[in-house]
């Protein structure tokens, strides 16, 4: 079963880039039709989708956030990355990575906490 994990800074200053990393277990990121993206939950809010990487490489997303996102991979180590730029406090957020296969989101990590401040 793939497995998940979400590493990188709790914290990260106004104006600065948020960057995190998923680490893909018992799969790999490379395999046909599976999608890995990054989604987010502010707090008290729902779940926004930020965008994903697929099995070729190829990416798409969130128009609300297109801008500021850059989602990349490392085939070598089996992760893929989020930097997320110019972020202000309304990006404060519980950070998750998922994989999503046939349009379905299939395994989760258990997310991780980023407080956007000075």
């Known amino acids: 079963q793939v497995q998940l994990q979400e590493s990188g800074p709790g914290l990260v200053k106004p104006s600065q880039t948020l960057s995190l990393t998923c680490t893909v277990s018992?799969?790999?990121?490379?395999?046909?039709?599976?999608?890995w993206s990054w989604i987010r939950q502010p707090p008290g809010k729902g779940l926004e989708f930020i965008g994903y990487?697929?099995?070729?490489?190829?990416?798409d997303y969130s128009p609300s956030l297109k801008s500021r996102t850059s989602i990349s991979r490392d085939t070598s180590n089996n992760q893929f990355s989020l930097q997320l730029s110019a972020v202000t406090p309304e990006d404060t957020a519980v950070y998750y990575c998922?994989?999503?296969?046939?349009?379905?989101?299939?395994?989760w990590g258990q997310g991780t906490m980023v407080t956007v401040s000075s």
């Open positions: 018992g799969g790999s990121i490379t395999t046909d039709y599976y999608y």
């Open positions: 990487i697929s099995y070729s490489g190829s990416t």
């Open positions: 998922a994989s999503l296969y046939i349009a379905a989101f299939g395994s």
